[in-house]
């Protein structure tokens, strides 16, 4: 009895690791997000049971995780391989820590097959460098969902040597500029705002931490806050990027 948390990657299948693709070939049932990139999807063996276990309307975070703890459950004590596919690595902001110990908990055991984050792999693939000598020597990496919540302490984020990438951030944009230029942080600094990162769709937009609420983008999008933003498409990039700039207006 095992169940395989693997992680999907951000979007192009290119992406996926080589142990997460044996797997999607090789399983029963594959229990996905929402926001798993169809191609990757087509890659699952076709005679695989899929199961989208994307947010109800109405649901509860925690009713609709307990729900799914329940399903991952079942499935893995029913036998055969067992794959539960989330974005990105299936151990950042996926949650999959609290499946680990719901598994476990009932006695199954987990594999856990690293992707590349969003949060690394999207500007990376821009050619976006989060760290770059003489810009910025260290990367933090957090929620927006709940910045007004006080989970986290932004007025700690302040450091202009730090880049910020923050994921599920774009309907607290408000927020979180209120929160880092309270703390000290510039409002001229540079930020970028990747929408829909390495899928056909993606679009990257180019602002400033003063005017990060004044544009005009939609979710699933990672923000990237430093200087290191101001970086468009080197030569790592991998694809045009559709560039939107926008006036830096404080
Ligand atoms: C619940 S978190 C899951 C993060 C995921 N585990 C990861 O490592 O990328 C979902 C957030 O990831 C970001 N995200 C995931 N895929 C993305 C993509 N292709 N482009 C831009 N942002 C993405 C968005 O900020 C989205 O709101």
Request: hydrophobic share 45%.
């Amino acid at each position: 009895m095992s169940v395989h948390l693997v992680g999907a990657g951000p979007g192009d299948p290119g992406l996926l690791t080589r142990r997460g693709a044996e797997l999607l070939e090789l399983a029963d049932v594959v229990i996905h997000d929402r926001l798993v990139d169809p191609r990757v999807l087509a890659l699952v063996n076709p005679r695989a049971e899929l199961v989208d276990v994307g947010k109800r309307p109405g649901a509860t975070p925690s009713s609709a995780q307990a729900d799914l703890h329940e399903l991952l459950v079942t499935y893995g004590l029913r036998g055969g391989v067992v794959v539960r596919l989330q974005g990105g690595d299936p151990l950042l902001f996926g949650r999959g820590g609290e499946e680990l110990d719901a598994l476990f908990a009932a006695g199954i055991e987990a594999e856990v097959v690293p992707g590349v984050s969003s949060a690394l792999g999207v500007p990376a693939s821009l050619g976006m460098p989060l760290t770059h000598r003489g810009l910025a020597s260290a990367v933090t990496i957090v929620s927006g969902h709940d910045v007004d919540a006080g989970s986290v302490d932004w007025s700690k984020l302040s450091d202009d040597h730090v880049t910020l990438v923050v994921l599920m951030g774009v309907a607290q944009r408000r927020a979180i500029r209120l929160a880092l230029v309270g703390a000290g942080r510039s409002p001229v600094t540079p930020c970028a705002v990747i929408e829909r990162g390495t899928t056909p769709s993606q679009r990257i937009v180019h602002t400033t931490l003063g005017a990060l609420d004044r544009v005009d983008v939609d979710p699933p999008a990672v923000l990237v806050i430093g200087e290191v933003a101001r970086a468009r498409g080197g030569i790592g990039a991998t694809r045009p990027l559709t560039t939107r700039p926008v006036a830096a207006a404080i």
